[in-house]
């Protein structure tokens, strides 16, 4: 007797580009790196990129209010992000800078470095070759992802959350800091974002938004990668 066994061809999911924008603290890291963990994808966390070269320029001297110093320094740190989902990291002339980028010094001067065209012209350069090296695709979050530095990507997705959410969740995690004073900065750094003249913070015409104010981390999860199956469905 002979028993012919048929297995089906499995083929891997197409490789998808995601691009997951908004305001601070909507959930854009948390999000994209649990999504990409989960389907295989790269992640790349662009914040990370605008908050190294600050670091560098604050570390080297560089005004920071001054615009056209920024602009003729933006050329010089060499800098490298690391696109697994489970362990991002991020480097400045070849030195770890995960953990300096998250002081609060860097986080009050960021928008205005990032608002630098030149500053952006640059990272915008490299966030493009990192996510045409992707070969299984890539999550990629920021602020103009969908509008300006990806326009063509597979799914777009503008996470938003009231003020309030949003000062409560980072409050928590600096443990115990004064949630008035965290809403206060998180708004003035969108206002700073949103109203730069380059590619400032916005919500890309064809992006899908998703409000996360009375979402569970874990709902906001499911929610991006249903989106993602249903493109990767669709390839
Ligand atoms: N839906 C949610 N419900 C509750 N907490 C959440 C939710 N999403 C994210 N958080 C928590 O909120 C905090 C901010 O999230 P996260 O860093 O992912 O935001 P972000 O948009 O990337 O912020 P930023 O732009 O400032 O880097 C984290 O502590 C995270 O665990
Ligand atoms: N695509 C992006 C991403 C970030 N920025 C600037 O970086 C700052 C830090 O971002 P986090 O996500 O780490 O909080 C942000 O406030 C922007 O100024 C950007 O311009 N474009």
Same mark, same amino acid.
């Given at each position: 007797m002979s028993v012919?066994? /048929?297995? !089906?061809? &499995?083929?891997?999911? !197409?490789?998808?580009?995601?691009?997951?924008?908004?305001? *601070? +603290?909507?959930?854009? $890291? *948390?999000? =994209?790196?649990?999504?990409?963990?989960? @389907?295989?994808? =790269?992640?790349?966390?662009?914040? !990370?990129?605008? &908050?190294?070269?600050?670091?560098?320029? @604050? #570390?080297? +001297?560089?005004?920071?209010?001054?615009?056209?110093?920024?602009? #003729?320094? *933006?050329?010089?740190? *060499?800098? /490298? =992000?690391?696109?697994?989902? $489970?362990?991002?990291?991020?480097?400045?002339?070849?030195?770890?800078? =995960?953990?300096?980028? &998250?002081?609060q010094e860097v986080t009050s001067r960021v928008s205005a470095v990032s608002a630098v065209p030149e500053v952006r012209a640059r990272i915008t350069e490299l966030q493009r070759t990192i996510a045409a090296g992707a070969e299984n695709g890539i999550v990629v979050e920021g602020r103009d992802i969908g509008t300006t530095v990806l326009p063509g990507a597979d799914l777009k997705v503008f996470l938003t959350a009231s003020a309030g959410a949003r000062a409560a969740r980072r409050s928590g995690e600096l443990k115990g800091a004064d949630v008035a004073a965290t809403r206060e900065a998180l708004i003035k750094r969108d206002a700073a974002d949103s109203s730069r003249k380059t590619s400032p913070l916005a919500k890309a015409d064809d992006a899908v938004e998703v409000d996360t104010t009375e979402l569970t981390l874990h709902q906001v999860i499911e929610c991006v990668v249903t989106l993602i199956e249903g493109k990767q469905a669709a390839k």
């Open positions: 012919t066994v /048929e297995t !089906a061809a &499995r083929t891997a999911p !197409a490789a998808v580009i995601v691009a997951i924008d908004g305001p *601070s +603290g909507t959930g854009k $890291s *948390s999000t =994209s790196k649990a999504v990409a963990a989960k @389907l295989g994808l =790269s992640y790349l966390d662009t914040g !990370a990129q605008y &908050r190294a070269i600050t670091w560098w320029m @604050l #570390n080297n +001297g560089i005004d920071v209010a001054d615009a056209a110093a920024v602009a #003729n320094a *933006s050329g010089k740190p *060499s800098i /490298e =992000s690391g696109t697994d989902p $489970s362990a991002p990291t991020i480097t400045v002339d070849g030195q770890d800078a =995960s953990g300096p980028i &998250r002081t």
